[in-house]
């Protein structure tokens, strides 16, 4: 019964948000309340959600000093040098945006964290995207490729995971990975080329003039002209654009663009604001202090010498408050799923179910299983319910067929271009809400191209011999 449940709540769930019918907010609470009342859970579920949050209240503290830190950057200009350099390199090509989107997340994916990588990729990026008439989606699919292909560096969690949960070394797992890993980023690549040549042809070639950007304060700038069309900001080849004059466009507050004279720059800080930044992201990759209490630190010391005034303190924060309720809501309603799922023993129930039906003569090929059902499973559950509830099971399975651990690990990792994808990573969700896209929009055009990007990198491994199959 409660695999039944389990699979039919994530059914009932993904229906919901693929077909507009829910916000991800409320389909994420209603949903796993709705059926863990029909599993039993009675008056418990008050402590199966509360569990839950508590086990996702560092995330959410994460996300919204995170934002606002970042937000803060934004305001001051640390950015606008990044952005210009950008724009000079890709001129009047969405071609040139879109790769050098996948490349600068793949380089800011290093630090290990999918939130800062979105932030900064997202902050960069997005206004060349409204200008150019780029369509967002584009820019969080070819982001959360990029930054799901490279999450199985050591530090970036899912491999520490697996490794800790079956007693081994992460470099043992991750080191014979590596040209996985590359096959994987090289199949971003091409999908980032291909998504950038259909915005091309689908825009039209643009002329950009990067003196005349600006953003939606009352600016009456250009941005750019269509060759195809006509337009504020260019147009495709119906002839018709977006318009030149908001750079924030669906994407809320949280971009105040390139616009030279907004009130917020910091000129005479820029130097010290990127030393801030730069020394963050260094203890960060340190692992010195819990990531949440860095941000903690790093945005109130943004705020307090940017804007030493406590009235402009809260307009800072003001500034970026909805994109700091947007995704911290997800995130603790996403906890209300991962609760109810674990609390139930959904999660133990359908793991059970899927390794009764695997039949004994596929055993040889249990690591192969592995790696393809990681997709699904690190999608629909937590990294720690998969490799410290799941893998620990299907390799002492595995054992019995000659397969040894580290080989379960490294199939098991392969799966994270999918799981990134996933509703219950907070950072999707940030990615998605800084963008101003629907989750189900992006995951109509980014699940079918992680899979592939997983499935590439399972057979990468299968044929250099890291991943035994047979």
Do not use: C
């Amino acid at each position: 019964m409660l695999v039944i449940l389990g699979f039919l709540m994530v059914a009932v769930f993904m229906y919901l948000i693929l077909t507009k019918r829910a916000t991800p907010v409320v389909a994420l609470t209603l949903v796993p309340v709705a059926f863990g009342l029909f599993a039993g859970a009675g008056l418990g579920i008050g402590d199966m959600i509360t569990d839950g949050i508590k086990t996702l209240a560092p995330t959410a503290a994460l996300l919204f000093f995170a934002i606002i830190f970042f937000g803060i950057m934004i305001d001051v200009g640390l950015f606008d040098p990044l952005v210009r350099g950008i724009l000079k390199v890709v001129r009047n090509d969405p071609m040139k945006l879109v790769l050098g989107t996948a490349i600068l997340a793949m380089v800011v994916s290093l630090d290990g964290d999918g939130s800062t990588t979105f932030i900064i990729v997202t902050s960069a990026l997005l206004p060349l995207y409204l200008k150019l008439g780029v369509s967002p989606v584009i820019l969080t699919v070819v982001a959360g490729l990029a930054n799901g292909t490279m999450n199985i560096i050591p530090w970036g969690g899912p491999t520490v995971r697996a490794a800790s949960a079956l007693g081994i070394s992460p470099s043992d797992v991750f080191i014979p990975m590596v040209p996985s890993m590359i096959a994987g980023l090289v199949i971003v690549l091409l999908f980032a080329v291909h998504l950038g040549i259909m915005e091309r042809r689908r825009i039209g070639a643009l002329v950009y003039e990067p003196e005349l950007v600006a953003t939606g304060g009352g600016s009456t700038s250009k941005g750019g002209r269509g060759k195809k069309g006509s337009g504020e900001n260019g147009s495709g080849k119906n002839g018709s654009g977006t318009s030149g004059g908001d750079a924030k466009g669906e994407s809320g507050q949280f971009f105040d663009g390139l616009d030279p004279e907004r009130p917020t720059l910091r000129p005479k800080l820029l130097w010290f604001n990127a030393a801030l930044t730069v020394s963050l992201l260094v203890v960060l990759v340190m692992d010195i202090l819990p990531i949440p209490v860095l941000f903690m630190i790093a945005a109130s010391i943004a705020l307090t010498v940017n804007f030493p005034r406590v009235k402009e303190q809260g307009e800072a924060i003001s500034r970026h408050s909805s994109s700091i309720v947007s995704v911290v809501a997800m995130v603790l309603a996403a906890a209300v799923l991962t609760g109810v799922f674990q609390g139930t023993g959904m999660v133990e129930a359908m793991a059970e179910w899927l390794l009764n039906v695997i039949p004994s003569a596929m055993g040889p090929y249990l690591a192969g299983i592995t790696g393809v059902l990681s997709m699904p499973l690190t999608f629909f559950m937590t990294n720690d319910a998969f490799y410290f509830g799941i893998l620990p099971v299907l390799t002492e399975t595995a054992a019995q067929y000659g397969i040894e651990p580290v080989e379960m690990a490294r199939a098991s990792i392969t799966g994270q271009p999918v799981h990134l994808q996933s509703p219950l990573v907070p950072a999707i969700l940030l990615l998605v809400t800084l963008a101003g896209v629907s989750l189900a929009d992006h995951h109509k055009k980014v699940l079918w191209r992680a899979a592939v990007v997983s499935l590439t990198m399972l057979v990468v491994g299968i044929a250099l011999g890291q991943i035994p199959f047979g």
